[in-house]
């Protein structure tokens, strides 16, 4: 519980801790730091790279071209990046086999990054969309998202993108009981560090759209997600999911998307004490670049002034399309930003 202010005005004035920049510094609640952030990147089949129309800014990359990333992301001191394949449309398939191909895409990046840049953490997702001809993260027959079905081919996929070198794994489907055959999978093949950072608390959300353009898997796509992903109403539900991915084995939680949903990463980073993540993804990044291009805000003012906000909600990192811009700015930014 707070203090109550003894003092009434003028002895007490808010505004006297607020006065100086050195002052403001001393007293800041939260601090933002490079080593909170998590850059998520999209790699091609293809030589060199490409524009991303929904989100300028943002390309998709050869291989090549990843591994030069995630070399830069070291070099500004990002811990982590979360590779996201955008798969050839003829590899794509209603049975989704692609995505435990060891030589997949994902795979094939992961293990170039993990060579030559070997201190890098490297985040694969663990979900079907793309690979799956019909757009879902699970598989589709006659108008259903099969669960178990589908938890079979994540398990492979895991088992795969394990083998590959990623260090970290984000099963970002919503479908049911995923961790925990995950988790037993890992452990049974010998892979006993491999974080499991779970998806838990996933809203079937328009702003993901960006995303989908980005990785293709968007024009496939046959109706909606609101049969896994959750109901944007609900925040109990969510705990519920915690609690349930605590204990089958989840290492850290995501909540996605970010901003709209800072309440949830204040009620399960307090509640359960337990490394909490926002994404904020590929609609939050659109609109701020889109209102950054028209004049109507200051872009490198508005990505500290969101990311702070995750610190504030008590996350303990953000998986952000801005992580090099900010890393760039906590180095170089003005005063009221800078770290040391
Ligand atoms: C799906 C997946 C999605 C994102 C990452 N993995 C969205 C979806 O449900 O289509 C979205 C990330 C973003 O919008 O930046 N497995």
């Known amino acids: 519980m707070q203090a109550p202010i003894s003092a009434g005005f003028p002895a007490f004035r808010g505004r006297r801790l607020r006065s100086r920049t050195g002052i403001r510094r001393l007293v800041r609640e939260n601090e933002l730091s490079v080593a909170d952030l998590v850059w998520p990147i999209f790699v091609h089949d293809k030589d060199g790279s490409e524009t991303i129309e929904a989100m300028p800014g943002v390309r998709r990359l050869s291989l090549d071209l990843a591994v030069e990333a995630a070399a830069e992301a070291i070099t500004l001191g990002i811990p982590a990046v979360a590779v996201f ?22 795979n094939r990046t992961a293990r170039a990054i993990r060579r030559d840049v070997p201190e890098i953490e490297v985040m694969l997702d663990v979900a079907l969309d793309p690979y799956n001809s019909d757009g879902h993260d699970g598989l589709l027959r006659d108008g259903q998202i099969l669960n178990d079905e589908t938890v079979d081919c994540l398990v492979k996929q895991a088992l795969g993108h394990a083998e590959s070198g990623a260090t970290m794994l984000g099963p970002s489907d919503m479908m049911d009981g995923r961790i925990g055959r995950i988790r037993h999978a890992l452990e049974s093949k010998g892979y006993h560090d491999i974080i499991i950072i779970s998806y838990t608390a996933k809203y079937a959300s328009a702003f993901y759209g960006p995303f989908r353009d980005a990785v293709r898997s968007g024009m496939a796509l046959k109706g909606d997600k609101d049969t896994y992903q959750m109901d944007f109403g609900n925040t109990d539900e969510a705990l519920r999911m915690v609690q349930r991915d605590l204990s089958e084995g989840a290492d ?10 800072l309440d949830l990463c204040h009620r399960i980073s307090t509640h359960f004490g337990t490394p909490t993540f926002a994404y904020q993804v590929s609609g939050e990044y659109a609109m701020i670049e889109a209102a950054a291009a028209q004049g109507w805000i200051d872009r490198d003012k508005a990505v500290l002034e969101s990311l702070t906000a995750f610190k504030r909600a008590g996350c303990s990192g953000v998986l952000t399309y801005f992580a090099p811009l900010a890393a760039s700015l906590l180095d170089h930014g003005p005063a009221s930003f800078r770290v040391g």
């Open 85 to 106: 394949p955008c798969v050839a449309d003829e590899l794509k398939t209603q049975e989704c086999e692609e995505a435990w191909n060891p030589n997949n895409l994902a």
């Open 252 to 261: 850290a939680l995501i909540v996605k998307p970010g901003m709209p949903y």
